[in-house]
């Protein structure tokens, strides 16, 4: 049974970085699959951060792409996340995800999220 | 790179049957067979119900139903129960990353 789980501060000063860890249990995350983050303001909707191939292509999403670091450490099956020069607007709940998806020799695409963790809050304060 | 765009909310008379559309672009939702639906209860994380815009994910009800035509994608949920209520995201590949609806809030009255 393959699950994840997030874990990082839950407060972040505004400015600097926010680093998270999501850890897999179950399946190597080396054998397949791209490894996602999503987020989920207070009051809002999903919003895509970004994911990363058992490979190492990334895709991120646009609007966060220059402050957004996706990595694997394949030695502890391990997903992070950072994200840099935050501010308020990044309070929220942050979700791994297993992401299926494919990547061919000239290009990835993305299927769906089929195995969540929990989430974990993160605040931003001033 | 917008959202796709969902109505806020769905309501149903347990029993009846509800449609949620999802209507993105030639560039995510109508270029791709890559559409997924998500339940979230308050609280707790989404769950995948339906991926590759039809195909209902392990365990779901065959109430759940998808579809696409076009730009616009559509979940049915037949014979609303109770707990059905809760909320609704559309996603789709959208050629170099994925987009995600505003989310559909359904009600079973």
């Known amino acids: 049974q393959v699950q994840l789980q997030e874990s990082g501060p839950g407060l972040v000063k505004a400015s600097e970085t926010l680093s998270l860890t999501c850890t897999v249990s179950?399946?190597?995350?080396?054998?397949?699959?791209?490894w996602g983050w999503i987020r989920q303001s207070p009051g809002k909707g999903l919003e895509w951060i970004g994911s990363?191939?058992?490979?190492?292509?990334?895709y991120h999403n646009p609007s966060l792409k220059s402050r957004v670091t996706i990595s694997l450490d394949t030695s502890k099956n391990q997903v992070s996340l950072k994200l840099t020069s935050v501010t308020a607007a990044d309070t929220a709940v942050y979700y791994c995800?297993?992401?299926?998806?494919?990547?061919?020799?000239?290009?990835?695409?993305?299927?769906?999220?089929?195995?969540w963790g929990k989430g974990t809050t993160v605040a931003v304060s001033s | 790179q917008s959202a796709l765009t969902q109505p806020p909310s769905a309501s149903g008379s347990p029993g009846q049957s509800v449609t949620i559309s999802c209507t993105g672009t030639?560039?995510?939702?109508?270029?791709?067979?890559?559409v997924s639906w998500y339940q979230q209860y308050p609280g707790k994380a989404p769950k995948l119900i339906i991926f590759?815009?039809?195909t209902r994910s392990s365990g779901v009800p065959d109430r759940f139903s998808g579809s696409k035509s076009g730009n616009t994608a559509s979940l049915t949920v037949s014979g609303l129960q109770a707990e059905d209520e809760a909320d609704y995201y559309c996603?789709?590949?959208?050629?170099?990353?994925?987009?995600f609806g505003g989310g559909t809030k359904l009600t079973v009255l």
């Open positions: 995800a297993r992401d299926g998806g494919y990547c061919s020799t000239t290009a990835c695409y993305l299927y769906y999220m089929d195995i």
């Open positions: 179950g399946y190597s995350i080396s054998s397949g699959y791209f």
């Open positions: 990363m191939y058992h490979s190492g292509s990334t």
């Open positions: 030639s560039s995510d939702v109508g270029g791709y067979n890559y």
């Open positions: 590759e815009v039809s």
């Open positions: 996603s789709s590949f959208a050629g170099s990353n994925r987009v």
